[in-house]
């Protein structure tokens, strides 16, 4: 059995190393000629990725990557995980999805499965993706080929989240793809959840992160609420989470971050309104969610306030830049969004991260590219005005941080436990 892996990125490339232990040879295809080279050469561009288990499967013959498309016939199966961003209208792009169908189509072959992983709205499979299939290869899927998808579940940084071991929900095109997906999945994945069709397994995904999306707003919320009342919500949500049935945890952050939360739900809302519904509680957790920044910036004018200072001429450093805990993966962190603000409001900024030594180029955060994290030591820490901690890193010292800061916004409840001086600590 030999598969190709489309999009070698944080979802890719853990899903091909997982196939690859499981006696499936892969073909890891990429248009970024650099990750192809490092994958070849068996080191991992992903932090939580350990080179060893890149080089073990390379050394086998059991994964080798490549930029060349048309090595797609050889192989008996594809999996595409390539990115679903949102356009500058906060509109779904598939056009990765497309291109890569396209290039797929020319070199398909008949009898192979090809299945989408990338998240998206429902219908993306069965009708953007099987027409430029289907039109580029002259093909009928159903019928030549098998077309399925399968979503993605995969969660950085959390080291219980086995590729193996998280069951995987796969629809099918028609029942025949459902059976061919499910054969190849069965290889690599314990447990696999079938349903009726693609759309049905793409609306689960949606399901899936708009209810994190939802619940993060709802937190989010009561947070801003029980603080004018003077009570903590971590304590609240502590307590609430002893209940054993009906309760499930979520956290209060400064903003939603990563490529799946922030982003997926809106692809369910635009395909809604193709059938004249509306997605109100996504709307409003968009709403929620997307205004904590500004509460944050509030807080931290009050905690600087009550040490007669203003926001504009103070210096603050921004702790953590990543987007959650314990990850080097900054993209859409709403770190970038609460630097941007101070700036705007005339602070000098910076940043620790250990995860981010130094802010890579990106189209979005263009001027950030090459500021370098600041030293972890009291005298660079102590110097600043303010310390806002963004994301929680275990790896980071908080008691330190206690020791040196002057003064410190706490949006994750990093410092629970820790002793701090009177007036020193603001949650946000
Ligand atoms: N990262 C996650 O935690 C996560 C979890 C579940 C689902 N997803 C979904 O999985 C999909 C992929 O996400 P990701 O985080 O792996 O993205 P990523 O940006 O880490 O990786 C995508 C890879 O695809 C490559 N690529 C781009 N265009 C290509 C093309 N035309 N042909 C071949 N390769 C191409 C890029 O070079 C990159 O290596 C997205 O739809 C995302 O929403 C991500």
């Excluded at 603000?341 to 802010?359: F, N, R």
């Amino acid at each position: 059995m030999k598969t190709a892996v489309v999009g070698l990125g944080y979802v890719g490339l853990p899903l091909s190393l997982q196939f690859a232990r499981s006696k499936v040879t892969v073909l890891g295809l990429d248009i970024d000629p650099a990750k192809v080279d490092a994958l070849n050469q068996g080191r991992s561009y992903i932090k939580h990725i350990l080179p060893e288990e890149v080089s073990e499967m390379v050394k086998a013959g059991a994964f080798s990557a490549s930029t060349d498309f048309s090595r797609i016939k050889e192989v008996d199966s594809i999996i595409i995980c390539v990115p679903t961003p949102l356009n500058k209208n906060r509109e779904p792009d598939i056009s990765y999805i497309v291109e890569t169908g396209k290039v797929i189509a020319r070199h398909l072959q008949k009898g192979t499965l090809v299945v989408l992983e990338s998240t998206t709205y429902p219908g993306t499979t069965d009708e953007d993706l099987r027409e430029v299939l289907e039109v580029g290869s002259g093909l009928e899927a159903g019928k030549d080929f098998h077309l399925a998808f399968s979503p993605e579940r995969e969660d950085p940084g959390n080291p219980n989240s086995k590729v193996a071991t998280i069951p995987k929900v796969v629809g099918g095109y028609t029942p025949a793809c459902l059976e061919r997906a499910r054969a190849l999945y069965s290889k690599a994945i314990k447990t696999l959840v079938p349903v009726s069709s693609c759309r049905a397994a793409e609306a689960t995904k949606l399901l899936e992160n708009t209810f994190r999306g939802v619940n993060i707003a709802l937190v989010n919320e009561l947070k801003v609420v029980y603080s004018a009342m003077g009570i903590d919500v971590w304590e609240v949500i502590n307590a609430a989470k002893t209940k054993p049935f009906g309760f499930m945890a979520f956290y209060p952050g400064p903003g939603l971050g990563g490529h799946c939360i922030p982003i997926d739900p809106f692809y369910l809302t635009w395909k809604a309104r193709e059938y004249g519904q509306h997605t109100r509680f996504i709307e409003l957790a968009g709403e929620i969610n997307t205004s904590m920044p500004e509460y944050v910036i509030r807080r931290v004018a009050d905690a600087l306030n009550e040490r007669h200072k203003a926001v504009k001429g103070s210096s603050i450093l921004v702790l953590g830049l990543a987007y959650k805990p314990n990850v080097d993966d900054e993209r859409e962190s709403p770190s970038y969004i609460l630097m941007e603000l101070l700036k705007k409001h005339g602070a000098h900024v910076a940043y620790h991260d250990p995860y981010v030594p130094v802010i890579r180029p990106t189209r979005e955060h263009s001027h950030w590219a090459g500021t370098k994290s600041v030293e972890w030591k009291r005298e660079t820490i102590g110097n600043f005005d303010l310390v806002l901690i963004s994301t929680n890193h275990a790896c980071v010292d908080y008691r330190e941080l206690a020791e040196w800061a002057k003064c410190i916004v706490d949006t994750r409840n990093a410092m629970s436990g820790i002793p701090v001086q009177p007036g020193q600590l603001w949650k946000a």
